[in-house]
């Protein structure tokens, strides 16, 4: 709510519930709800109560003048669940023709009942998103999330659809069971279901409460209590969030401006933590013990100051769940203290506990530019007209706030500015209208509001993280989406936004009104970017707004000055929020990262509690795993061959069993499985991280009836040879696919030195000779002829015998080679999510080039640097080598060769990619392949948000040879950890020092990695950081490694 005026004594305010319930009300509803709110003392409305039964007769029904779709449809409560319904479901027909107008108008199909036949299966990502609320509020967040997860968002418009039982983690909680809703699906479809056995509730959003619904029904209020599940802003949370003091504190902690502020505050209140000096605040515990002579003299006090800071106008309004839009407030003269007393005084004898009584300075709002005739347009706006700026911030996927829609509404001054009375339309048109030219101060403008915005939330949840479930209201109760309503003014000739106040979980409507009205338009006009001719007025050659690399700027007087890492960092995340908002189609928009947000909550609610089996613990590198599971609330049992495994108390449950023979993986499977039973262990879901265990892990699924891919395509996978060579077989047609053949390589399996006999005559030199079960790249030499194979075979089988050798690289299966064909052409890692035999997700990164003669990774860069195309091949090879060898549901690494004809396939690692992959693929992401792969264990498909690389990560590897100083020496070291703790670079350790057997084919112990916004940036940036290090050598030239990148 806006409290604010544009203009002397006139009103700017949004009233965030008057466009919503109001239009499912019947008439005699409206009509009592509007009286009663003129009647409230201090309404700042000069209309009269039969203006406003005339405006609410004015409302159409919510489905137009006629209705054209099936009204002969079942919306009573679930024959299964037999619930009476209750007194308000008589406007259920309202809500549903609600739902059918805007379906019909937006181009959507009609809603259909099938509840004929109650369904079973939930979907593949078992994601259950309820909305409680008539479909007003919240279309756009079902039609999003019916594009996202189709079957996975549901509108309950009535509690006899639901029911509660006894929380399977806490007795003293409850789940919620969802046995009836409308639900949403690709393309806008919709349907009227029922569910049989009743479907979990994975997030819950409660719009039938007194607030939202502006005392319509509060039917929600006793569904939100106790529940397990996540949920968007539980009732307290709300009523925190609409408390104008505690938000203006929030937002003076971020660096936003607000106004001049006296805020008077009944107990009980909230801490506050900013020590703004914007804001006074007093407080009291009832009005017969306030001494309202003290609180006279402290508001004269206020008012002479804002006198004497030239500030003519002074506002008093009440601050409280119950003063809805213009409620209460009132506009005075600074110099009329009297007044000003008077105005406060009554509210303060009015208000509720916890409420507030705020007065504070009238923000003088922006007028139109003077511009002369020239530039100016014929729907400029003029001196009657006023604007209010809202900003809607949502809790992305990975927690990230993201600002969205940034919209105004334009009106009269002298009325009130809601959602009934303007056209939302863009700040960019807006700030045109009122003869902002200035490209460059439009888009300051815009990243200002944008980032702030973000901050706001950031801080919001900064804060709930300290409070109590109790505090909260909900176990898994948090803000995920704002509205920030500001004014703009202008100081010292720049444009600055002022925050009035931030509104709670109910403040999307606006952003889909706008959505679907850009979308309108889209849809009937032409695009065409270049059709947009810029006025002579509009100076198209101003410099950058952000500059993406350089560190320079030009100060107010000409000068050059270096721009501030504070400056960097704003200008960063501006470019980031910006990415997310911007991308995917408009419709849906505005909600996307909330969307994505409800989604993940969701798949991580219902992962908890699983019982996974990881078999194989690995090494060093995978010590993260083991205290993320516990955080995502999964329990481990790892099943390992070292009893003193350094994850033994890491994990929910630690079985010793000596596996480390490969070659009796059956028998060993057969071993654990009985273990398992013995011990009375659940199984949800079995696999493995560590690439030796691939082919067991998959026997022990099997057993067990978990998800995952067959020990046939894990044991394909894990034979070098046997991957080509099926590969090689794969030379059908396929309508959609190059042929899979184009991908392979010749092969020979090499079990002897006599084995070199049975390369083929027309088998090209130079080759590739590996350990047929091989891992890291150790073992593997170029052969020029048959001589050299022997030779290199005889040598390498000498070195690596057996496990004992060298663990961890495969020689506990054997230590026979494959012989390849070499090719010339740059490495890439394509890291796939499948479930199904479909492909989930696809991340690629590039590999510099090796130190000849050996084949050790040497840097990296992601996203790729190649061109779109090369990486749609990669992608496409990556997918059909994985489901062609019978991978079918998991996360895998595939090594790849981008030649000149096209990808050739090196290897694939049926499970998680290793080294850094997983922490570059989260940061760059936000997607945990650990997450997905244990999801996938236990029969969810994950869910995979599709956004463009918000930076570009860019890494060098630390072998020990060369870089053993990096962590031994104190110097170095105090260096290292310095920068890790300034976030300047990412380390990801693999291995302790001392660890590889062989200086020849010695495995990497570390990544030093930077992000950046371009990979030019980022290699610039490492390249200092491996100088800083002295990470650059003659032996390991860190240049040429980074030098296609």
Not at 984 to 992: A, H, L
């Amino acid at each position: 709510m806006v409290s604010n005026f544009i203009g002397h004594n006139t009103c700017l305010y949004f009233d965030k519930h008057t466009d919503t319930h109001a239009r499912t009300r019947s008439k005699y509803e409206r009509e009592k709800y509007y009286n009663n709110l003129t009647k409230k003392e201090g309404s700042c409305t000069d209309m009269a109560n039969e203006g406003l039964a005339k405006i609410c007769d004015g409302y159409s029904k919510a489905h137009g003048s006629y209705i054209t779709w099936d009204t002969d449809v079942n919306l009573d409560p679930p024959k299964s669940w037999g619930k009476p319904a209750p007194e308000e479901d008589s406007y259920l027909l309202d809500y549903y023709n609600s739902l059918q107008y805007t379906l019909y108008e937006t181009a959507h199909p009609e809603t259909v009942d099938r509840t004929s036949v109650p369904r079973g299966h939930s979907n593949k990502e078992q994601v259950n998103v309820v909305l409680l609320s008539s479909p007003v509020e919240c279309i756009g967040v079902l039609l999003e999330g019916g594009k996202q997860v189709p079957d996975g968002f549901h509108l309950v418009m009535s509690p006899s659809w639901l029911s509660k039982v006894q929380s399977a983690d806490d007795p003293a909680l409850s789940s919620l069971m969802m046995h009836k809703s409308i639900s949403f699906h690709e393309n806008g479809a919709s349907y009227i279901d029922e569910y049989d056995p009743p479907r979990k509730v994975t997030y819950f959003v409660n719009y039938f409460t007194d607030t939202i619904t502006s005392g319509h029904r509060s039917d929600g209020v006793d569904i939100e209590k106790n529940l397990d599940s996540p949920m968007s802003s539980s009732i307290k949370l709300c009523e925190l969030v609409d408390d104008k003091v505690w938000t203006r504190d929030v937002m003076a902690d971020v660096g936003m401006e607000i106004p001049e502020t006296l805020a008077i505050r009944r107990e009980p209140i909230r801490k506050l933590s900013s020590a703004t000096k914007k804001m006074a605040v007093l407080s009291f515990d009832c009005y017969n013990c306030l001494d309202i002579k003290d609180v006279g003299n402290e508001i004269s006090a206020f008012a002479k100051r804002l006198q004497s800071l030239n500030i003519k106008t002074i506002v008093v309004k009440p601050s409280g769940p119950k003063y809805l839009g213009s409620v209460g407030i009132s506009f005075h003269s600074a110099s009329n203290v009297t007044s000003i007393i008077e105005a406060a005084d009554d509210l303060l004898q009015e208000i509720d506990e916890g409420s507030s009584v705020l007065i504070e300075e009238f923000i003088e709002p922006i007028s139109p530019r003077n511009t002369g005739t020239h530039g100016v347009r014929l729907w400029s706006a003029n001196d009657e007209l006023g604007f209010r700026v809202r900003s809607t911030i949502c809790r992305d996927h990975d927690g990230t706030p993201v600002t969205t829609l940034i919209n105004c509404s334009v009106a009269n001054k002298r009325l009130p500015i809601n959602g009934d009375n303007t056209i939302c339309q863009s700040l960019n048109s807006t700030l045109l209208a009122y003869n902002i030219l200035s490209e460059h101060e439009r888009k300051e403008l815009e990243r200002t509001i944008r980032v702030q915005s973000a901050d706001v939330l950031e801080k919001i949840i900064e804060r709930e993280n300290l409070l109590s479930d109790e505090e909260k209201g909900a176990l898994r109760g948090q803000t995920d989406v704002i509205g920030i309503d500001m004014v703009v003014t202008e100081r010292a000739g720049k444009l600055v936004p002022v925050g009035i106040e931030v509104n709670s979980h109910d403040c999307t409507i606006n952003t889909q009104l706008y959505d679907f009205m850009m979308n309108l338009g889209e849809s009937m006009l032409v695009s065409n970017k270049t059709n947009s001719c810029p006025r002579p007025t509009e100076k198209k050659n101003e410099p950058e707004l952000i500059p993406l690399i350089s560190d320079i700027y030009i100060d107010g007087d000409g000068k050059s000055n270096e721009r501030t890492e504070d400056h960097l960092k704003s200008n960063r995340k501006a470019n980031l929020l910006e990415s997310r908002y911007y991308h995917g189609n408009t419709v849906g928009k505005s909600v996307r990262p909330l969307v994505r947000n409800m989604i993940v909550r969701s798949q991580q609610y219902m992962v908890r509690g699983k019982q996974i089996i990881v078999i194989g613990g690995g090494g060093y590198s995978k010590r993260n795993i083991w205290t993320d599971a516990e955080k995502y609330g999964i329990h481990i049992t790892l099943v390992d061959s070292d009893e003193d495994h350094l994850a033994k108390d890491l994990v929910h449950r630690f079985v010793h069993y000596d596996f480390d023979d490969h070659k009796k993986d059956f028998a060993h499977a057969c071993n654990i499985y009985n273990i398992l039973q013995a011990k009375d262990i659940q199984v949800d879901g079995c696999l493995t991280f560590w690439e030796d265990c691939v082919p067991l892990a998959a026997l022990v699924k099997e057993m067990a009836g978990t998800k995952g891919s067959e020990h046939k395509a894990a044991l394909t996978a894990k034979k070098k040879s046997r991957t080509q060579n099926v590969l090689n077989m794969r030379k059908a047609d396929i309508p959609h696919w190059p042929r899979t053949y184009l991908y392979s390589s010749q092969s020979v399996h090499i079990k002897s030195e006599d084995d070199s006999v049975l390369v083929p005559k027309d088998f090209k030199f130079p080759a590739i000779l590996k350990l047929e079960h091989g891992s890291s790249a150790v073992g593997v030499s170029v052969v020029k002829n048959e001589d050299e194979i022997r030779k290199k075979y005889q040598d390498i089988s000498e070195l690596f015998r057996d496990e004992s050798d060298f663990p961890g690289i495969g020689l506990g299966h054997d230590n026979t080679m494959v012989a390849m064909e070499y090719h010339k052409g740059s490495e890439h890692d394509v890291d796939v999510i499948l479930y199904d035999r479909k492909l989930v997700g696809a991340f690629i990164s590039d590999n510099g080039p090796t130190r000849y003669p050996y084949f050790t990774e040497t840097a990296a860069v992601m996203p790729s640097c190649l061109p779109a195309d090369k990486q749609a091949q990669l992608i496409a090879a990556a997918y059909q080598c994985c489901t062609e060898i019978g991978l079918s549901s998991g996360t895998f690494n595939v090594e790849l060769l981008m030649t000149g004809t096209g990808p050739k396939l090196i290897e694939i690692n049926a499970r998680m990619g290793g080294f850094y992959l997983r922490e570059w693929i989260r940061d760059i992401y936000g997607v945990d392949l650990v997450l997905c792969s244990l999801m996938i264990s236990c029969g969810l498909k994950p869910y995979i948000p599709k956004l463009p690389a918000n930076k570009c990560i860019m890494g060098i590897m630390l072998i020990p040879s060369a870089h053993a100083h990096v962590l031994q020496e104190v110097q170095y070291k105090t260096q290292l950890n310095e920068m890790i703790e300034k976030n300047e670079i990412k380390f990801t350790q693999f291995g302790e020092l001392g660890e590889s057997t062989s200086s020849d084919y010695e495995e990497p112990f570390g990544n030093i990695a930077v992000g950046a916004e371009t990979a030019e940036e980022a290699k610039e940036n490492l390249i200092r950081i491996c100088n800083k290090l002295e990470v650059i050598m003659d032996k390991y030239p860190v240049h040429t490694f980074l030098r296609y990148f």
